[in-house]
């Protein structure tokens, strides 16, 4: 069982520059989250989906974008690059809202 | 928004030694999940609980609803469980952004 898998899980960009993260979860989890992880801060949310075509933002939506197409997929694009987003990005998915989340491994970005 | 800190920041101990972090949050919630972070690697569910008690191995999560409080304990410790441990809780309102509020973990190192 392959859980939540994250691709790609290095890469580095340079400033304006586009690209697209992609998250697959094999669990049938209706609920799917997109999370960054910065240095000596908690993960912060930045969109989410709750079910196949519908997704909403989060804490820090700006400058990203999302797509949920298939249920098992969701998307995280960046339009346009910018050193601020140079990160540590985390999928996750659930179930149901109140259900045991599983994570994915994480992609490093670093935009130059 | 739900503010939740963990103490301690960091933690070192020798191995065998019982080890207890902790954490609390500042609004009403409806789960609070124990995760655990090896370097470089994912994110790792330990624990999901809204009350009482949950033990898995030599790890054992607590929780008081009135006091928004948050225990992990690690009994006779081994360098293995070298990680950073994060709590993070799901609000228990259902507005606004979904998703989950992290503390910024607690960095542990067990020496042999």
């Known amino acids: 069982n392959a859980g939540v898998t994250q691709t790609p899980k290095f890469r580095v960009l340079k400033t304006g520059q586009s690209m697209t993260l992609l998250c697959a979860q094999d669990?049938?989890?209706?609920?799917m989250y997109w999370y960054r992880q910065d240095p000596g801060m908690g993960l912060r949310l930045i969109h989410y989906?709750?079910?196949?075509?519908?997704?909403a933002k989060g804490e820090v939506p700006d400058g990203y974008n999302v797509s949920r197409l298939k249920k098992q997929n969701f998307l995280l694009g960046l339009e346009s690059a910018a050193p601020s987003q140079t990160s540590v990005y985390f999928c996750?998915?659930?179930?149901?809202?109140?259900?045991?989340?599983?994570f994915g491994q994480g992609t490093r970005l670093t935009v130059v | 928004k739900n503010e939740v800190e963990q103490s301690p920041q960091n933690l070192t101990a020798q191995e065998g030694e019982f080890i207890t972090i902790n954490c609390s949050y500042s609004?009403?919630?409806?789960?609070l999940h124990w995760l655990q972070q090896h370097p470089g690697g994912g994110i790792v569910s330990l624990f999901m609980?809204?009350?009482g008690k949950k033990k898995h191995g030599r790890l054992i999560a607590t929780i008081n609803i009135q006091e928004k409080h948050s225990s992990l304990h690690i009994t006779a410790s081994h360098p293995r469980d070298s990680a950073v441990y994060i709590c993070?809780?799901?609000?228990?309102?259902?507005?606004?952004?979904?998703?989950?509020?992290f503390g910024k973990g607690t960095h542990l190192i067990i020496q042999p």
């Open positions: 996750a998915s659930s179930y149901i809202r109140e259900t045991e989340a599983f």
């Open positions: 669990m049938n989890h209706e609920y």
């Open positions: 989906s709750v079910g196949e075509g519908t997704t």
């Open positions: 609004v009403g919630i409806s789960a």
């Open positions: 609980l809204s009350s």
């Open positions: 993070a809780v799901r609000d228990r309102s259902g507005g606004g952004a979904d998703g989950l509020t």
